[in-house]
C-alpha cells in the first residue's frame, strides 16, 4: 500500500426582444448586406458540439464570470479551465450568424442593451434571437476568428489587451487586433489545462538582467520590514519562464529552516523542491512576524502580494505556475493563498495545517490542491480543510482511504469528477505533527515521498 495512488428585464430589454425579429429582417436587407458575406473559411462549427474559447493575446478563456445564471452577468476572461462556464454552443440563427450559448447558465452572449458603442459591456441573456446576441465569424490567419456582431458590427475583445483573470470582454471596432481574435477548441479537443502552451505567460522581469540574486532581501509591506530567502535556478537565463514556489515554514520556525533544509539540509531545502526541480523553478521562503503567519487584517497576503511583483519585476516567471506550500502553520498559509488568491496561484500544497490559523478570506474559487496529513495528528481538521476545494473544484465527494496506525504507510488518492485542470489529492501517511512531516514511529519516510509527489502534483501544470 506505500505509495499507492486510487483512483426581470431593465428598461428597454423587453421592447428589444419584441421587435428583434422584424428589425433582422430589415438589417439584413439593409446596412449589413455588406458584410453578410460567404462564412469565415476557420469558422465551420458543429451546431451540436461545445468550445472553449480561447484568446489570442492572453491565452485565456471566454468566461461568465463568478458562474453566474442571471441575466445581464458579465462575460470575463479567465484561465482556462474547461468549465461549464467556459464552453459554448453556436446555435444557428440562419445567414451565416449565431448566438452563443453557454452551457452552465443556458443563457446567450448579448451586447449589453443593444448598443453599437465602442467599450458596450458583452454580457449573458436570456436567449431571444435578437441582432444583438447574434454574430458571425470571421477569418484571422492561425486558425483564429473574430466574432463580429449583427446589430453593430463590432468584434467581440478582451478590454485593453489584457491578460488579466477577470478582464472584462467588450465589443469594439474590428481592428483585427490579438485581443479580438479567439481559437475554438471543442471541449475534450486543443491543449488542457493539464499540458499549458511551453512558454507559458512571461512575467515583467522576463529579458533583463536581474538585479536580485540568492540569498535574503528586505521589502517594505504594509509599513512593515519584511524579508524572504531567495533561491535562483543555477545558470538563470532572463529569457526562460521559471516556476515562482513560495515555502512557508511552520510556528516557531524560520525562513532559514525551509531555504537549508536543517538537519536534512540541501534534500530537505524548501521542503525538498529545490532538489526536484532541478533548477526549474525560482524558490522563496518567506519569513513570518513572530516566526508565525497570523495574518492580521490580511498582512501577510499583502506580503506576499509585494513579493510577487518585487520577484517579477526583476527575474523571469511564467505567472500561470506560480505554487504555495508549507508544514503546520505555514500549512495554514497556503491554504490563506488557496482561499484569497486562487486567481494568482496555480496550485497549492498544504502540510499537517491543523485548521484556519491565517484565515480563508474568499474560498470560493477553484484551485489545484494537495491535503497531506498524518492520521494521528488530528486529521479532522485536515479533511475539513480539504473538503472545501473538493467543493470548490466540483470533485465527487468521498471518504478516501487511510492507512492504519502502526503500518508506516501512507495513502495517496486522487478524486473523481474534479473539474479540469483542477485536482485534489489526498495524501494520509501514518504519523504525527512533526516538521517534515514525519513521525518516527511512523512513516519514518514521510521526507522522501512528500517532497517527490508534491513536486509530481505541481510539475503537471
Not at 490579438?178 to 499549458?196: E, H, I, K, Y
Request: with cysteine; glycine share 14%.
Amino acid at each position: 500500500m506505500n505509495g499507492e495512488v486510487r483512483p426581470a428585464s431593465p428598461p428597454g430589454r423587453q421592447r428589444w426582444s419584441v421587435v428583434a425579429a422584424a428589425g433582422a429582417a430589415l438589417l439584413v436587407a439593409g446596412t449589413l448586406v455588406a458584410v453578410n458575406a460567404a462564412p469565415a473559411a476557420a469558422a465551420t462549427v458543429d451546431t451540436n458540439a461545445w468550445y472553449v474559447l480561447v484568446n489570442r493575446n492572453s491565452g485565456k478563456a471566454l468566461d461568465v464570470y463568478g458562474l453566474a445564471t442571471n441575466d445581464g452577468a458579465r462575460i470575463s476572461q479567465w484561465t482556462r479551465n474547461d468549465g461549464a462556464n467556459q464552453q459554448w454552443q453556436f446555435v444557428d440563427s440562419g445567414g451565416g450568424y449565431y448566438r452563443l450559448k453557454s452551457r452552465h447558465s443556458g443563457k446567450v452572449l448579448d451586447v449589453s442593451n443593444a448598443s453599437t458603442a465602442d467599450g458596450a459591456a458583452i454580457i449573458q441573456w436570456t436567449d431571444h434571437n435578437g441582432a444583438n446576441q447574434q454574430f458571425r465569424l470571421a477569418d484571422s490567419d492561425g486558425g483564429h476568428v473574430r466574432l463580429i456582431n449583427r446589430n453593430s458590427n463590432k468584434a467581440v475583445e478582451v478590454q485593453g489587451a489584457s491578460t488579466a483573470d477577470g478582464a472584462n470582454v467588450v465589443q469594439y471596432s474590428d481592428g483585427n487586433g490579438a485581443n479580438q481574435q479567439w481559437r475554438l477548441f471543442p471541449v475534450g479537443g486543443g491543449p488542457t489545462p493539464t499540458s499549458p502552451p511551453p512558454s507559458g505567460e512571461p512575467g515583467a522581469g522576463c529579458g533583463k538582467a536581474p538585479t536580485l540574486g540568492n540569498g535574503t532581501h528586505t521589502i517594505q509591506s504594509n509599513g512593515k520590514s519584511r524579508s524572504f530567502i531567495l533561491r535562483i535556478p543555477a545558470n538563470y537565463n532572463s529569457n526562460t519562464r521559471y516556476r515562482l514556489m513560495f515555502a512557508f515554514h511552520w510556528l516557531g520556525g524560520t525562513a532559514g529552516d525551509v531555504a537549508y533544509g536543517g538537519a536534512d539540509g540541501a534534500a530537505w531545502s524548501y521542503y525538498g523542491q529545490q532538489e526536484q526541480s532541478n533548477n526549474s523553478a525560482i524558490l522563496v521562503a518567506p519569513q513570518g512576524i513572530g516566526n508565525g503567519w497570523a495574518n492580521s487584517g490580511g498582512e501577510d497576503v499583502t506580503f506576499v502580494d509585494d513579493m510577487i511583483r518585487r520577484i517579477e519585476s526583476d527575474l523571469c516567471v511564467n505567472t500561470t505556475q506560480r505554487f504555495a506550500l508549507g508544514f503546520s502553520y505555514g500549512g495554514a498559509m497556503s491554504y490563506a493563498l488557496a482561499c484569497a488568491r486562487a486567481n494568482v496561484f496555480r496550485a497549492v500544497a498544504v502540510y499537517g495545517a491543523p485548521r484556519e490559523l491565517s484565515g480563508c478570506s474568499g474560498g470560493t474559487q477553484p484551485i489545484a490542491y494537495f491535503g497531506i496529513h498524518g492520521i494521528s495528528d488530528n486529521i479532522a481538521s485536515g479533511r475539513s480543510l480539504r473538503d472545501r476545494f473538493v467543493r470548490n473544484n466540483g470533485c465527487t465527494p468521498q471518504n478516501p482511504p487511510e492507512p492504519a496506525a502502526g503500518s508506516r504507510t501512507h495513502i495517496t488518492t486522487a478524486y473523481s469528477g474534479c473539474r479540469a485542470g483542477y485536482p485534489v489529492l489526498w495524501g494520509a501517511f501514518d504519523g504525527g505533527h512533526t516538521p517534515g512531516p514525519v513521525d518516527g514511529g511512523g512513516d519514518s519516510g514521510a521526507r522522501t515521498w512528500t517532497k517527490g509527489e508534491v513536486w509530481r502534483f505541481f510539475a503537471q501544470f
